[in-house]
């Protein structure tokens, strides 16, 4: 079956503009996960949505990112401002219970 | 607060040796979960296993055995007769079922290299 997708696959992008990461989950997941990995900071979680339950946003590192997961689905993840510090790969997971699925990413560059 | 430590950042095998690749957790949680993670040059996390905290028994799936031990608080994964196919990173992840997700902490990774 299908895995979960991401898109785009790279991002580059200038520092101060907006960008949207977009995550398909593997249908009939009912969770889904952001991380974000970088050089630096290793594997890092981000927001968690489960259901129609209020996202678990614990680990956003600013009010610059943002998440929405749309009829309980189709996630965007938003990044305002951007900074040179964003610039690392975004990996979106769906997970049926326990075990999480990843995507391929989206590997975002600011220049 | 939850940590995983994998100490070895990168391990260098010749093909068909046996290889070790360390885990060791920190948890206060009573009901957790560790998993093993592959990232392969193409860069795709891909699953490989779950253990529950409540069940130390080990487990063997072909070339892939992995060692629970509660009592160090380690979680090793064994590949036996290692193949070049095997090369990649190896993360070793942690969740707690907080009734708030299981957001998984990760380790910093063992970069896995096997050589002909």
């Known amino acids: 079956g299908a895995g979960v997708s991401q898109s785009p696959s790279n991002k580059v992008t200038e520092k101060g503009k907006d960008v949207e990461l977009r995550c398909d989950p593997i249908?009939?997941?009912?969770?889904l996960y952001w991380y974000r990995q970088s050089l630096g900071q290793g594997l890092e979680f981000l927001i968690y949505?489960?259901?129609?339950?209020?996202?678990?946003k614990s680990g956003l590192p600013s009010d610059r990112f943002s998440a929405e997961r749309t009829g309980g689905s189709v996630s965007t993840l938003t990044i305002q401002r951007t900074q040179q510090e964003d610039s690392a790969v975004y990996l979106c997971?769906?997970?049926?219970?326990?075990?999480?699925?990843f995507g391929p990413g989206t590997r975002l560059t600011v220049t | 607060a939850q940590k995983v430590t994998q100490a070895q950042t990168e391990i260098s095998v010749v093909e068909k040796e046996d290889v070790t690749l360390d885990c060791v957790y920190e948890?206060?949680?009573?009901?957790?979960?560790l998993f093993w993670y592959k990232q392969p040059p193409s860069g795709e996390l891909v699953f490989l296993i779950r253990?529950?905290?409540?069940?130390?028994q080990n487990e063997i799936s072909g070339r892939y055995s992995w060692n629970f031990q509660k009592s160090t608080s380690s979680f090793n994964f064994t590949i036996t007769a290692s193949q070049v196919v095997d090369s990649a990173v190896y993360f070793c992840?942690?969740?707690?079922?907080?009734?708030?997700?299981?957001?998984?902490?990760f380790g910093t990774g063992t970069q896995l290299k096997v050589e002909l």
């Open positions: 948890t206060r949680d009573t009901t957790y979960y």
């Open positions: 253990r529950n905290s409540f069940d130390e």
């Open positions: 992840a942690l969740s707690a079922d907080t009734g708030g997700g299981n957001k998984l902490t």
């Open positions: 249908s009939g997941h009912t969770a």
């Open positions: 997971a769906s997970s049926p219970l326990y075990e999480q699925y």
């Open positions: 949505f489960q259901g129609n339950s209020a996202p678990d």
